[in-house]
């Protein structure tokens, strides 16, 4: 029996390159990527994956040209639009993880629209990480307990974790990148120490849930040791 993990994070990689390869417009490679992430978030609650987390634009990708920058925001709030009623049907809660403040007007409405929509939803956690720089939630972490004028000794992990974006969830399990890239890109920096990592050359549009299966299984076979020997952990 499949071991499913409690939580997957998922680094959507490589839509531009599946869309040069087929002679398309890059815009089309995202339109292909947003119909494959609302397969795998579908897959992830079918599973019983508690906490799925999807990096959906980081603070870097406000450098690439303007005109891709609007159409991954229009996506976004169209995914949004059309996936409401389902997120809540399939008792899905919807969280961002970054500076929502910093995103155009209409995109923000829709996300805080479906936040407080799918508020009450307890079967999964859908975070998109938007805006989102794993060194800047850090140091905002920092920040904050700074300001709160909280004493160095007083500093745990546990208390710095309350501190970021992810409060209260568990740290991923499973990490999956795509296109063939071997980095975390700035991505949940603190809260992948433990992480295991899962990497395919598969470019995103072509993620399938059956690829998604193949990480869970290929986790399945890993031994998490957390800094233990492997003999501890079979009782010898």
Same mark, same amino acid.
């Given at each position: 029996?499949? *071991? +499913?993990?409690? *939580?997957?994070?998922?680094?959507?990689?490589?839509?531009?390159?599946?869309?040069?390869? &087929?002679?398309?417009? @890059?815009?089309?490679? *995202?339109?292909?990527?947003?119909?494959?992430?609302?397969?795998?978030?579908? @897959?992830?609650?079918?599973?019983?994956? @508690?906490?799925?987390?999807?990096? !959906?634009?980081?603070?870097?990708?406000?450098? &690439?040209? #303007?005109?891709?920058?609007?159409?991954?925001?229009?996506?976004?709030? !169209?995914? $949004?639009? @059309?996936?409401?009623?389902?997120?809540?049907? %399939?008792? +899905?809660?919807?969280?961002?993880?970054?500076?929502?403040?910093?995103?155009?007007?209409?995109?923000?409405?829709?996300?805080? *629209?479906? +936040?407080?929509?799918?508020?009450?939803?307890?079967?999964? !956690?859908?975070?998109? =990480?938007?805006?989102?720089?794993? &060194?800047?939630?850090? $140091?905002?972490?920092?920040?904050?307990?700074? =300001?709160?004028?909280?004493?160095?000794?007083?500093?745990?992990?546990?208390?710095? =974790?309350?501190?970021?974006?992810?409060?209260?969830?568990?740290?991923?399990?499973?990490? +999956?990148?795509?296109?063939?890239? $071997?980095?975390?890109?700035?991505?949940?920096?603190? %809260?992948?120490?433990?992480?295991?990592?899962?990497? !395919?050359?598969?470019?995103?549009?072509?993620?399938?849930?059956?690829?998604?299966? #193949?990480?869970?299984?290929?986790?399945?076979?890993?031994? &998490?040791?957390?800094?233990?020997?492997?003999?501890? $952990?079979?009782? =010898?």
């Amino acid at each position: 029996m499949m *071991h +499913i993990p409690t *939580h997957i994070a998922i680094i959507m990689d490589g839509n531009g390159r599946w869309a040069k390869q &087929r002679g398309l417009q @890059r815009s089309d490679g *995202h339109r292909a990527g947003t119909e494959a992430a609302r397969a795998v978030v579908t @897959r992830c609650r079918e599973l019983g994956v @508690r906490h799925l987390t999807l990096y !959906t634009f980081s603070k870097e990708n406000w450098s &690439r040209p #303007k005109d891709e920058v609007r159409t991954l925001f229009d996506l976004l709030t !169209t995914f $949004l639009k @059309r996936e409401e009623k389902s997120l809540k049907e %399939q008792g +899905i809660r919807l969280q961002v993880l970054g500076e929502i403040d910093d995103m155009p007007l209409a995109v923000r409405q829709v996300l805080r *629209h479906v +936040i407080r929509q799918t508020a009450d939803c307890g079967e999964m !956690t859908l975070n998109l =990480a938007l805006n989102y720089s794993g &060194r800047e939630e850090i $140091l905002r972490a920092a920040r904050a307990l700074a =300001a709160k004028g909280v004493s160095p000794e007083a500093i745990t992990e546990e208390v710095f =974790a309350n501190e970021l974006w992810t409060a209260g969830q568990p740290d991923p399990d499973l990490v +999956i990148r795509t296109s063939g890239e $071997l980095r975390l890109s700035n991505y949940l920096l603190f %809260q992948s120490a433990y992480s295991e990592f899962y990497f !395919t050359d598969i470019y995103w549009p072509d993620f399938t849930p059956t690829e998604l299966e #193949k990480a869970i299984a290929d986790l399945n076979g890993r031994q &998490r040791r957390f800094g233990k020997t492997g003999d501890q $952990l079979d009782g =010898a």
